[in-house]
T-cell receptor, first 115, second 115 residues
Framework: GAVVSQHPSWVICKSGTSVKIECRSLDFQATTMFWYRQFPKQSLMLMATSNEGSKATYEQGVEKDKFLINHASLTLSTLTVTSAHPEDSSFYIC???????????FGDGTRLSIL | AQSVTQLDSQVPVFEEAPVELRCNYSSSVSVYLFWYVQYPNQGLQLLLKYLSGSTLVKGINGFEAEFNKSQTSFHLRKPSVHISDTAEYFCAVKGYGGSQGNLIFGKGTKLSVKP
């Protein structure tokens, strides 16, 4: 089945640093990638959607200058949390889809802890 | 726009008992329907999907779901659960095409299987 690899799985860093999370589709070309944030015991909140070669579309309330998304190729998207603060601590999950009718496949998530 | 309601936030059940996890949706357009499972500290894994055709869909790990258009439901069932089925289950809908094409998740149902 389709595999999405997300790296790193766990990050602990100091407040004020920037953190980059990678999302790769390993066996298919992902025309669209999604980034979600999940708070403890809650559902996934869509942060942004990106199509390869285009600027990401951010959901309402998500700061695009804080959460930088790059989707430069059909197999790689990155999320950079800039100047991270403790309130940015969360579980971030990426997802990729080959085409509109295909289901989304999810990475294993990245747990980000900002001290 | 679409919305998803998972009626039970937690479902405790004994091993080998049957289980049903309820999901209702609302949408002004036709939808695709999905069930995902999330194990602790992991991303989401697709259990099954309804795109068209037979309203009874079978997925992995012995799960099945039935699409009921008149009741706008897509309940997930398993006739006999195992300890290993303990996880969070998310129902999701996706409208046909365009801006309605993103997955909308329910809040999740935590299934706890007890020996």
């Amino acid at each position: 089945g389709a595999v999405v690899s997300q790296h790193p799985s766990w990050v602990i860093c100091k407040s004020g640093t920037s953190v980059k999370i990678e999302c790769r589709s390993l066996d298919f070309q992902a025309t669209t990638m999604f980034w979600y944030r999940q708070f403890p015991k809650q559902s996934l909140m869509l942060m942004a959607t990106s199509n390869e070669g285009s600027k990401a579309t951010y959901e309402q309330g998500v700061e695009k200058d804080k959460f930088l998304i790059n989707h430069a190729s059909l197999t790689l998207s990155t999320l950079t949390v800039t100047s991270a603060h403790p309130e940015d601590s969360s579980f971030y999950i990426c997802s990729a889809r080959e085409s509109g009718i295909q289901p989304q496949h999810f990475g294993d998530g990245t747990r980000l802890s900002i001290l | 726009a679409q919305s998803v309601t998972q009626l039970d936030s937690q479902v405790p059940v004994f091993e080998e008992a049957p289980v049903e996890l309820r999901c209702n949706y609302s949408s002004s357009v036709s939808v695709y329907l999905f069930w995902y499972v999330q194990y602790p500290n992991q991303g989401l894994q697709l259990l099954l999907k309804y795109l068209s055709g037979s309203t009874l869909v079978k997925g992995i790990n012995g799960f099945e779901a039935e699409f009921n258009k008149s009741q706008t439901s897509f309940h997930l069932r398993k006739p006999s659960v195992h300890i290993s089925d303990t996880a969070e289950y998310f129902c999701a809908v996706k409208g046909y095409g365009g801006s309605q094409g993103n997955l909308i998740f329910g809040k999740g149902t935590k299934l706890s299987v007890k020996p």
